[in-house]
């Protein structure tokens, strides 16, 4: 019954922080860019975030290189918190710097357009 616990945001944020400790390689800081690909993509199946194929394509045309603990938690609070259509994003917000490049990138490329 993973799938019902994945719809449920709090059993979601449970499993989703948990996987960023459990894929990654022992001694390790930071997830494998494919591996952290790998998990969102699974993760966000069930969530079904309608920006994730676009984050992953984009995480590795421009970021290329392994995720951070900080990168992979403020992706969740991004999800959780700025709709799909970017209509209530703060460009003034306290967001990193990654996401901050992935919000221009869906501008540049079309993908949402904001008012």
């Known amino acids: 019954e993973l799938r019902a616990e994945l719809k449920d945001d709090q ?3 449970e499993i989703y922080n948990f996987t960023f400790d459990w894929a990654k390689e022992k001694g390790q800081k ?6 952290a690909v790998g998990m969102w993509q699974l993760l966000f199946a069930e969530k ?11 995480v590795q045309e421009r970021h290329n290189k392994a995720i951070s603990r ?22 003034d917000g306290a967001w990193p710097y990654l ?17």
């Open 30 to 35: 930071s997830l494998a860019l494919d591996t």
């Open 70 to 91: 900080d990168t992979w938690a403020q992706l969740l609070d991004f999800v959780n918190t700025v709709d799909p259509s970017l209509s209530n994003y703060d460009t």
């Open 11 to 13: 059993k979601f944020s």
């Open 48 to 58: 079904q975030w309608p920006l994730i194929a676009h984050w992953c394509q984009f």
């Open 99 to 115: 996401i901050d490049e992935f919000v221009d990138y869906l501008n540049e490329n079309g993908i949402v357009q904001r008012g």
